[in-house]
């Protein structure tokens, strides 16, 4: 096919006709010449020339696109088929739009949070450089650096071509009243200028008194005015002069947690710093490099190990000592082209399961399709031969096949993209609940919509072909039989059915495991109580507390809060449990030898006195702190029973002294031993613990306040009165609670069960759809012969349970393969489980029954049915 | 007897498949016959399909309907050049003639005629 030929083709077509009539006229002549009379003669030249639309039409395809000429026809008819069917089209799309839905709503949480590049200069250039703490978070790469690290790295490498720091998102800024209505991070001044991101107005170059602002928050919170420019921000009570708005698209480096605004690091243009809390020794900077060009990851990260040496040396030495071998390197360098997202390492395993959860879930919705779809081609089998015999080739009925097929899938995949945008959006507002307000970006890209097409394309492929095929299968000899000869598309179906059964199977075995690991997750005993707790931070040194006096307002605060109505206990602790971070320390403790490679490093928690009691875990042996503790040269610890059985066995572990360092050395005197409790995660054993004096030490955050009381409500206002009482000005920030801490923790887990569940339940609707229409196809098929048995004297009951039979066989092949297929496929899982095993039998169990319910409920139907055939009828139907 | 699709029967499935003539044996004869008759000077369709029939003594019953889709497909080729013209009767009429490129063809096309025929012949006649 030329394409000059396809435009002339209408003229072709004229000009064909013209010869063709010429050679009737020539030939007609010259038969009357010969001495035929006329009409003879006009049919005896017919008969000679042949079919002249037949002859026309060969000229005709020879010049033109056949494809798009057809194509056209093709859809028109499917759209009248889909018509004149409207159940039957509403249930196959509505199956196709779930299930291609599905698969591009996750598709587009994956592209968001795993595949799309930040949008920034040459972003394949961009690195993120992690360093390996074994002592503090085995196997754990720490993202987290010191200013003075930062600037060692900056000005020593032979790597990057430039290199910039930022925090998270720790800074607040205050907008009226609101103290946090935006969240910012602080960075070093060449962020903007390392990134390459352009300004939108104003400009992005920081010096120490700038901010620069998100362009959606300037949309949010001033309204895109322009005239921001050059007003004040006040920032975690520092005021800063926004200079520029940075480009739309620009989210920061974290993708799922956008920056609001920027502030600099660096104060006063000196390289000291300090912002409340963080010194130049205090670890809070995330460290991003561009590669010089022609440099590579693997070059970076050997050129860093060489800087970082010196520092690491003790730590090296001691590492050596320990492990007899040199250590492994401690700095690592990854890439950070789709930005440093910590979504992306929580929930990467999470999302990679739910893809193939949902396409397995399109695979169901296709097969479920394609039966549909066989049970009516097997009802045209009729329509296709006379097609045939017609003349039509069977590649045009199978492509006029795959026209109806395509139709429903495009129609399937558009719906689809419409539920993807609302499933997306459950999605992101289920992960916005974690600990880090997550936030996706879901805007539906080029890649998205290419997965979308694929998704499509696959799905027609896979439901058009076999039928197409399997229909045109058809000699015109068939015709004159009566019977659907078309047998062979039994087996495909009976096969498709039980490939069904199997993976619904899985996916409904799946989400018992996964609802299970919820459900004993949100029931476990966490060693602490969960309700009736409230929370919230308090800054007593915004307000001008420092030392002796903050521990002096702290004192006066919890007093008066314990005496506050409804409140029952009340303390302070550096972190509380479930916020998502930890503490941990290297310790020695005397008397104790430890064995080569034994690690001696606990997790650490300052707290004041009557912690326990406001959290409800036991004090099994000694004593809490009481007002006599916090004398700073006299530091005590509590330890948890873990910590005891593992380094004191049977010995008395009070009066020992463990010596660790947190900012400064302590040698600190066992005074208690306390039961275990989680502390940063719901998952996993309590961690070994050891609990120090908030008020013995300085604090370097800010302390959480935990309220025990008879209710929620009551210890909120508790707390608020309180502090305004006390001193109105310190900030109370943060307010949450236990019970909320504790789910908000499980939200990956949460996200796994619901997901898996609905997946589970569509699957579980779809094999009954499935089944059901195979089987009451069947049965509309031999009504003839149920007729006929019934009139022979076969009861209502041996007409069902032969109907019933049937089906059973099915179900049990299907129930085995899937069996098996959850078996093979339980390790996989295994890790995001919790408290069950992946072959739990009695989840397995549970969805067997299940599935075995819907399949009866599916087959009885139709069963009944067959039943209630008047034999007369039946025998008449012919 | 030669190999040639002298007679069509009406069948469906033989209709459905002539309607692919790429790849068709046949078809290349059919080519051939009407390239050669084409060497004699410029002829209309019906002169042709007259003119292959009397030239092979009616051995070669050509359908002449199917004469006109391989001149259109053989004018695509560049082999046969048409132009519209008058005929002997004063009706309007489309002519073909040979192109260069049609000549070449025809006598490549006749070589490994001959040499088949001559192969076939040995074959069927070994005693000659």
Request: glycine share 8%; charged share 20%.
């Amino acid at each position: 096919m030329r394409w000059p030929r396809w435009f002339r083709r209408a003229r072709r077509h004229a000009e064909s006709g013209q010869e063709i009539q010429f050679y009737l006229d020539q030939e007609t002549e010259d038969n009357v010449a010969r001495g035929m009379p006329p009409d003879e003669a006009r049919s005896a030249a017919r008969k000679k020339l042949g079919n002249p639309g037949l002859i026309q039409e060969e000229i005709y395809r020879m010049h033109s696109a056949a494809f798009f000429e057809t194509i056209g026809k093709d859809l028109r008819f499917a759209l009248r088929t889909m018509r004149k069917n409207p159940a039957f089209a509403a249930t196959a799309v509505l199956t196709l739009a779930l299930g291609i839905g599905a698969n591009t709503a996750i598709f587009s949480a994956i592209d968001a949070v795993m595949l799309r590049t930040i949008a920034v200069e040459r972003p394949h250039e961009l690195v993120q450089v992690q360093q390996w703490l074994p002592e503090y978070n085995p196997g754990w790469a720490w993202a987290i650096f010191t200013y003075s690290d930062f600037t060692l790295f900056r000005d020593n490498n032979q790597v990057f071509a430039d290199m910039a720091a930022a925090s998270r998102r720790i800074a607040n800024a205050r907008i009226g009243a609101d103290p946090e209505a935006g969240k910012g991070a602080y960075v070093s001044a060449n962020f903007y200028s390392m990134l390459g991101v352009r300004p939108y107005i104003g400009s992005l170059a920081i010096d120490w008194s700038t901010a620069v602002l998100d362009y959606r928050f300037w949309e949010r919170v001033y309204g895109g005015d322009p005239s921001v420019i050059g007003r004040a921000l006040v920032v975690d009570d520092k005021s800063y002069t926004i200079a520029g708005v940075a480009a739309l698209g620009f989210d920061g480096i974290d993708a799922g947690e956008p920056l609001d605004f920027t502030v600099p690091i660096e104060v006063s243009g000196t390289s000291a710093v300090s912002h409340g809390q963080f010194g130049p020794n205090s670890p809070w900077l995330q460290i991003v490099a561009r590669l010089k060009p022609g440099r590579s990851i693997s070059q970076a990260a050997a050129n860093l190990n060489v800087i970082y040496a010196p520092i690491f040396a003790d730590r090296v030495a001691q590492f050596a000592a320990q492990h007899r071998h040199a250590p492994i390197d401690w700095i690592t360098v990854r890439s950070a082209a789709s930005g440093i997202s910590r979504v992306r390492d929580d929930y990467s395993r999470a999302f990679l399961i739910l893809i193939a959860v949902a396409g397995a879930v399109l695979l169901i919705a296709c097969v479920n399709v394609t039966n549909l779809l066989l049970a009516r081609s097997a009802a045209r089998t009729r329509e296709f031969g006379v097609r045939l015999c017609l003349g039509a080739g069977r590649a045009r009925v199978v492509s006029q096949i795959m026209t109806e097929s395509l139709t429903l899938c495009l129609a399937g995949g558009i719906a689809g993209m419409m539920l993807a945008r609302w499933i997306g959006a459950s999605l992101a507002g289920m992960l916005a609940s974690g600990r880090q307000t997550v936030e996706l970006d879901l805007h539906l890209d080029a890649r998205v919509l290419v997965f979308t097409f694929a998704l499509t394309t696959f799905a027609t492929i896979i439901v058009g072909l076999v039928p197409a095929l399997g229909a045109t299968r058809v000699s015109p000899n068939d015709l004159t039989r009566r019977t659907s000869p078309f047998q062979g598309s039994r087996w495909i179906r009976i096969g498709f059915l039980v490939a069904q059964v199997a993976v619904s199977l899985v996916l409904v075995a799946g989400a018992g495991l996964f609802l299970a690991t919820l459900r004993n997750l949100e029931t476990l005993d966490a060693g602490f109580r969960r309700d009736h707790i409230v929370l919230a931070t308090i800054q007593p040194e915004k307000a001008g507390y420092d030392g002796a006096r903050r521990n002096e307002f702290y004192r006066e605060f919890l007093d008066r809060l314990r005496q506050s109505f409804g409140v029952r206990s009340a303390s302070l602790s550096l972190i509380a449990p479930m916020i998502g971070m930890s503490l941990a320390v290297p310790i020695q403790i005397e008397g104790y030898a430890p064995q080569p490679e034994e690690q001696m490093a606990v997790a650490l928690n300052e707290i004041s006195a009557h912690y326990f009691e406001t959290t409800g875990t036991p004090i099994i042996a000694g004593r809490d702190f009481d007002a006599h503790d916090d004398d700073p040269a006299t530091p005590r610890v509590l330890i948890n029973e873990s910590v005891a059985r593992r380094f004191f066995k049977d010995t008395n572990p009070l009066g020992r002294i463990i010596t660790f360092r947190a900012n400064v050395s302590h040698r600190a005197e066992i005074i208690g031993v306390v039961g275990d409790a989680k502390y940063a995660n719901m998952r996993g054993h309590a961690p070994l613990t050891m609990y120090a004096n908030l008020l013995q030490t300085d604090a370097r955050m800010a302390p959480w306040v935990e309220v025990y009381a008879s209710d929620d409500a009551h210890a909120a206002a508790a707390l608020r009165q309180t502090i305004t009482a006390v001193n109105p000005n310190v900030p109370l920030t943060g307010l949450t609670t236990f019970n909320r801490q504790i789910q908000a923790s499980l939200v990956s887990e949460r996200l796994m069960a619901t997901i898996t569940a609905i997946f589970g339940a569509l699957a579980l609707l779809m094999a009954a759809i499935g089944l059901y229409g195979v089987l009451a196809y069947s049965v509309t098929q031999r009504t003839r012969e149920i007729g006929i048995r019934m009139a022979l004297g076969a009861q209502r009951g041996r007409v069902i349970s032969m109907v019933m039979r049937g089906m059973a066989v099915t179900l049990v092949g299907g129930l085995a393969l899937g069996t098996a297929v959850a078996l093979a496929l339980g390790r996989f899982v295994a890790s995001m489980l919790y408290d069950v095993k992946p072959h739990d039998p009695w989840t397995l169990a549970v969805a067997i029954g299940l599935l075995s319910a819907a399949a009866a409920l599916a087959a009885y139907l139709p069963a009944r049915r067959a039943s209630h055939v008047d034999p007369m009828i039946a025998l008449r139907y012919e | 007897m030669l190999p040639l699709d002298v007679h069509i029967e009406y069948n469906p499935w033989v209709m459905a498949r002539n309607a692919k003539p790429e790849g068709d044996m046949l078809q290349g004869t059919l080519d051939m016959l009407i390239l050669r008759t084409l060497v004699l000077g410029p002829a209309h369709g019906h002169s042709i399909a007259h003119a292959i029939g009397r030239s092979s003594d009616d051995i070669l019953q050509v359908e002449h309907g199917s004469l006109y889709p391989a001149l259109y497909r053989l004018e695509d080729r560049g082999w046969i050049a048409a132009s519209w013209g008058v005929s002997d009767n004063n009706r309007k009429a489309k002519y073909y003639r040979l192109t260069r490129t049609g000549k070449r063809q025809l006598a490549t096309e006749t070589g490994r005629w001959d040499r088949l025929a001559k192969g076939i012949s040995r074959v069927l006649r070994p005693a000659d």
